[in-house]
């Protein structure tokens, strides 16, 4: 599976920025996806994950409310749909897929995308 990102930008706090990623190549089977983010000098972290199905999806507490996480299988493609942003948020966004369900650790996955910058000015 290989995976492409898109969708980053510089927004102001409180803007709104939709983030996408496309699958291709070996995308038969169920598969979950996630988005993870890295800022400058910190471990890349947690975002949002959903099921194959749509039917399961976990976020992290600091973006909870805020962000909303959704899939077209149709298009093999999953969204970040990121509201209220913060200038916290700033960081390279990382989508993430493996086969199987929905889990919140990084080193699960076994595809990844090549990122896309978001950047929130204050």
């Known amino acids: 599976v290989q995976l492409q990102a898109s969708g980053g930008g510089l927004v102001q706090a409180g803007g709104s920025l939709r983030l996408s990623c496309a699958a291709s190549?070996?995308?038969?089977?169920?598969?979950?996806m996630g988005w993870f983010r890295q800022a400058p000098g910190e471990e890349r972290e947690f975002v949002a994950g959903?099921?194959?199905?749509?039917?399961?999806?976990k976020y992290a507490d600091s973006v909870k409310g805020r962000f909303t996480i959704s899939r077209d299988n149709a298009k093999n493609t999953e969204y970040l749909q990121m509201n209220s942003l913060k200038p916290e948020d700033t960081a390279v966004y990382y989508c993430?897929?493996?086969?199987?369900?929905?889990?919140?650790?990084?080193?699960?996955?076994?595809?990844w995308g090549q990122g896309t910058l978001v950047t929130v000015s204050s």
């Open positions: 993430a897929a493996r086969y199987g369900y929905v889990v919140t650790s990084g080193s699960s996955y076994g595809y």
């Open positions: 190549g070996r995308t038969s089977g169920s598969y979950a």
């Open positions: 959903i099921s194959w199905s749509g039917g399961s999806t």
